[in-house]
């Protein structure tokens, strides 16, 4: 009979009436009939799969409304899944197929219920050879004492799943068992209805309501489409190997899934079959039927699912909202004096006349100063871009994260955990509407791959030396943390979807060491990820987003390696680092966040670098009050607030950072008691009440268990968490580190930025070493207050657009081998304390040198071109010394003196400084220059240096670093994440 016979149509009609083997003997009738029959997979094959009472809905319990790719395919997997249990027996040799074969052929049905064979089970157990099938008709079958199964069996309800419930504990003897469409429910005398410690056992659409199923090693389980409610749940202990597929748990009062022990030595036959089986699966997320989060999930929490193009258009976006508030925070101004900039007030009038500012200037009389020491950061790559230090745009593209085949490829050990298959396999199931979804201690080890974990207290609980493997599996709305891992466990958690939990999405403490790679960790009541307790791990190219509190928050000596991630959009930091936390966060992109992009404060130590910190709504870095650490190499741009804040109890070592295009300061260092700053920075931005300090109305909680808002933070015994219990080893964690007395800011490029580069405060000394700080709105350099002596050497200020450096009174400071080029204002605004030695001051509109107040001073050994002012001015009763110098002039025209100082001054002297003037009759250019040595700063100095040649830590010494006293005490003058 030929298939082109009739149309396809009626074919299909046709083959819809053939029962299951027919339809396998069609299709190997020829390749045309094969077709036919395999294009029936949206009919005759759906109906057969439902149809089976053995299965449900292949996507049950997570998306039944979803189809599958394949029902054939699902009905194949059924067929092989439920003939596991027979495949008891030695290899496959001729003689066991005969044995097999004949075992199959004396195979009985025995019937057991009322005016049946046997009206109970015990009778019918008690007369069954091996591998016989038992039918229990509708009806309940209530054992008063422990039902012992000691031969191979299979138990089968008849009907509707739920008209067959058995009120028993049974206990397998036996190697294997099976069954089907039962109801289990506890008898009087105990909580375990099946219970096996050496066999396998094979469980297709069962419930289990108020009942334990337990499997003690070497014994092994298969359950798959069974649903386990009311209390209902699994306790595996040692096993080797169990498959719990397609399973719902519901309304657990403890644990859904327990896994205890290290897995025995010994094993049972059925390992090796579920180790194939578990391969032969399809992999979660390679299908429709993946096991990844369902879309609606992801929309209901978050409110869209983000794509890698919406990103892009983000940060597109995020680049011109700061284009437009750099724009408004320049016409509004700044706390900056707007004095500092180019105006000269008296001085102008009584020095030498006035100079025509409308006329044109001609620059072919200023000296060349472009071959300083950092000339190289400003030069042109290769390509022809600008570099990142004189760009006048933000950088454009930022890093994406790894996937998660780029991550294993790159790690032997996560690599080794994402193919391992050992301890309880969970795929495809569902945890809803309980205290806890699956809890491993002891060395326990579980693979868990497709679960959703939702409405729970905690999703997963690994401790004690645990292992667990999770991937793509979903956990949402849990009222405690979602992932919960302590004392040492360990594993892998890989592209999975934590979201919307009432608190951490991820918990790490006491010596746990896991493994974060490539996970969506987005809208918690809380934090991200916690580390804390001297907890570790390795968090890698996540996606953090949209959490109330930090995306990822490391406290009490927490030491995780974060890099590679994207922390972005959340409501306080990105990255907070309190309470003595360490950590090494490098190469992460921070944007968009609410608080400080960073926020390190109370002994925080971490190592920072190489990390994209932008386009947050408030400051870029924050270090708080007694923080420390590496920040080295980063990119800190676009941010609404300043590009660092550092507070002056704080010891940081900032290096070879670019600090560009933020809106207020590029680095700004503030005493910790300073009401005035924290009234102007706290009017600065609208929507920051309630924001950190001890004014702000947000409810936080402190280390002593303060307010929380009514946020509950449960433990498994419904206790509230003491995270103060987790600082352990403190002593072992301070001898470990090297003592830093020092605070560094050293080879950073501050540019563009919307006020001053760097903004001086401080009641500390502080030392600034060969950075660049250029073409910044406000100042270079200004310091307000320094009680104690503030160090600038060999820095270059370029370009900006007020003065260069300005020092107020009662500040100590000294100026030294700095090149000071081409600013709107004053070279060198100087009303302190201090000294000013060996610097190139050229191509400034102001003044070069600007000397007022009663001070000591000292300026020596300076090379000053001012474009049309005054070289030196030294106005007032100013106590000092001005020699050495050489002073250049600047425009031909220009009727101002080079140096000049009060007739009636006796305290100030001045000598050996030589005055160089244009020669009016040459109408040639003057042949000077800045030689011997040449342009300031040196280029042999440590500056321009890049990230990766700093040591991972460097030890200051106490006569080139600054040295400062931590004192005690509260600063609340930046926007900070105080997330307890």
């Known amino acids: 009979m030929e298939a082109g016979s009739l149309p396809v149509e009626l074919w299909r009609v046709i083959l819809a009436y053939l029962p299951l083997p027919d339809l396998g ?86 019937h057991v219920g009322p005016g049946r064979e046997h009206e109970t089970l015990r009778g019918a157990l008690g007369v069954v050879g091996p591998y016989d099938r038992v039918l229990l008709h509708p009806g309940v079958y209530e054992e008063q004492a422990e039902v012992v199964l000691k031969v191979p069996v299979e138990l089968v309800g008849l009907g509707q799943l739920g008209e067959v419930a058995l009120l028993a504990c049974v206990e397998q003897q036996c190697p294997t068992a099976r069954l089907c469409n039962l109801v289990f429910m506890p008898p009087w005398f105990s909580t375990v209805a099946y219970k096996t410690s050496w066999g396998h056992v094979q469980l297709d659409n069962c419930n289990f309501e108020g009942a334990q199923l337990q499997v003690r090693g070497p014994g092994t389980c298969q359950a798959r489409f069974c649903a386990f409610s009311q209390g209902g749940a699994v306790h595996l202990l040692g096993v080797v190997l169990s498959l719990l597929d397609s399973c719902d748990f519901s309304g657990s009062d403890a644990a859904s899934v327990t896994v205890e022990g290290p897995p025995v030595a010994e094993k049972n036959w059925a390992c090796k079959h579920l180790a194939l089986l578990a391969r032969t699966f399809p992999a979660c997320g390679a299908s429709g039927d993946g096991g990844g989060p369902p879309g609606g999930d992801l929309t209901r929490s978050s409110g869209r699912q983000q794509t890698p193009s919406a990103d892009v258009e983000k940060e597109r976006a995020s680049a011109t909202d700061w284009r437009r508030t750099r724009v408004d925070a320049a016409c509004r101004g700044t706390v900056i004096e707007q004095r500092w900039g180019d105006s000269e007030g008296e001085e102008e009038s009584q020095i030498g006349g006035a100079t025509d500012t409308q006329k044109p200037l001609r620059f072919n009389h200023k000296i060349s100063c472009d071959n300083h020491g950092l000339s190289h950061l400003l030069r042109p790559r290769q390509d022809g871009s600008p570099p990142p230090a004189s760009s006048s745009d933000p950088p454009c593209v930022t890093p994406e994260p790894f996937g998660l085949q780029q991550e294993l490829d790159r790690d032997p050990e996560a690599q080794m955990l994402a193919a391992s298959t050992f301890g309880c396999i969970l795929r495809r199931c569902l945890f809803r509407d309980g205290k806890g979804g699956v809890h491993l201690s002891t060395y326990g080890q579980a693979r868990l791959e497709g679960n959703v974990f939702r409405g729970l207290n905690y999703a997963v609980r690994c401790i004690q030396n645990s292992t667990i493997v999770m991937l793509r599996n979903e956990v949402c709305e849990c009222r405690a943390s979602g992932v919960f891992l302590r004392l040492s466990a360990q594993g892998l958690i890989a592209e999975n979807n934590i979201h919307s939990n009432s608190e951490a999405g991820i918990d790490i403490r006491k ?107 408030s400051d870029g870095i924050v270090v708080g009050e007694r923080g420390r650490g590496l920040i080295e190499g980063n990119h800190v741009f676009c941010n609404k607030g300043c590009g660092v804040w550092v507070m002056s109890s704080s010891l940081p070592q900032l290096l070879g950072n670019y600090i560009t295009h933020n809106s ?15 009234e102007a920075r706290e009017g600065s931005w609208p929507g920051q009440e309630g924001i950190g300090g001890e004014g702000g109305s947000g409810e936080r909680i402190g280390v002593d268990g303060e307010r929380r808002g009514g946020q509950e933070n449960f433990n498994e015994e419904g206790e509230l968490f003491a ?130 107040g009663s001070v000591d001073i000292k300026v020596l050994r300076n090379r000053v071109q001012p474009v049309q002012s005054c070289g030196i001015i030294v106005l007032g009763l100013v106590k000092g010394v001005v020699h050495d110098n050489l002073l250049f002039q600047g425009h031909p025209e220009s009727k101002k003196t080079l140096l000049h100082a009060e007739p009636g001054n006796e305290t100030c002297v001045l000598r050996n400084n030589c005055l160089l003037r244009h020669n009016n009759s040459c109408t040639s250019a003057p042949l000077w220059g800045l030689e011997n040595p040449p342009p300031r700063p040196p280029a042999g100095s440590s500056s321009g240096l890049s990230s990766s040649q700093y040591p991972s830590r460097i030890g200051i010494s106490m006569t080139t670093r600054i040295s400062a006293t931590v004192e005690s005490g509260c600063h609340s003058g930046s926007m900070f994440c105080s997330i307890l």
């Open 25 to 110: 003997r069609c299709c190997q009738v020829c390749h045309a009939w094969r077709e036919l029959v395999l294009s029936l997979d949206n009919t005759r094959w759906r109906q057969l799969c439902l149809r089976c009472p053995e299965c449900r809905h292949p996507n049950w319990p997570r998306r039944p409304h979803v189809e599958p790719p394949s029902w054939r395919e699902a009905l194949k997997q059924h067929a092989l899944a439920t003939r596991t249990w027979t495949q008891n027996g030695p290899e496959v040799q001729s003689s066991a197929c005969l044995l097999f074969f004949r075992r199959r052929k004396d195979r009985r049905v025995w």
């Open 511 to 617: 010596g746990a060491d896991p493994i974060i790679l490539c996970n969506k960790i987005h809208s918690g009541l809380r934090s991200g990820i916690v580390v804390l307790g001297n907890g570790k791990g390795a968090v890698r190219s996540n996606q953090i987003y949209n959490n109330k509190e930090a995306g990822v928050y490391i406290l009490f000596s927490g030491n995780p390696v974060v890099c590679g991630n994207h922390i972005f959009r959340g409501q306080t930091a990105g990255i907070a680092i309190n309470e003595n936390g360490r950590g090494m966060i490098t190469e992460n992109v921070i944007k968009e966040n609410q608080w400080g992009g960073v926020d390190i404060r109370r002994g925080g130590d971490p190592v920072l670098k190489n990390n994209y910190i932008c386009f947050g709504y």
């Open 723 to 852: 995270w103060e219990s987790d600082l352990d080893s403190e002593d072992e964690r301070h001898s470990a580190r090297r003592s830093v007395s020092v605070a560094l800011v050293e080879s950073n490029c501050i540019n563009y930025n919307g006020a001053v580069g760097l903004y001086v405060k401080s009641s500390e000394p502080l030392n600034a070493f060969g950075n660049l700080i250029n073409r910044n709105h406000g100042s270079g350099i200004a310091v307000l207050h320094s009680s104690q002596l503030t160090r600038l050497l060999s820095n270059c200020v370029l370009r900006n657009g007020q003065g260069g450096v300005t020092v107020e009174r009662d500040c100590r400071v000294e100026l030294r081998g700095n090149g000071v080029y081409k600013n709107s204002g004053h070279g060198v605004d100087f009303s302190g304390t201090g000294h000013i030695v060996e610097n190139d001051v050229i191509g400034n509109r102001g003044c070069g040198i600007r000397v007022s």
């Open 664 to 678: 207020m300061y590029g680095l700004a260092v503030f005493c910790r008691k300073d009401p005035e700053n924290i």
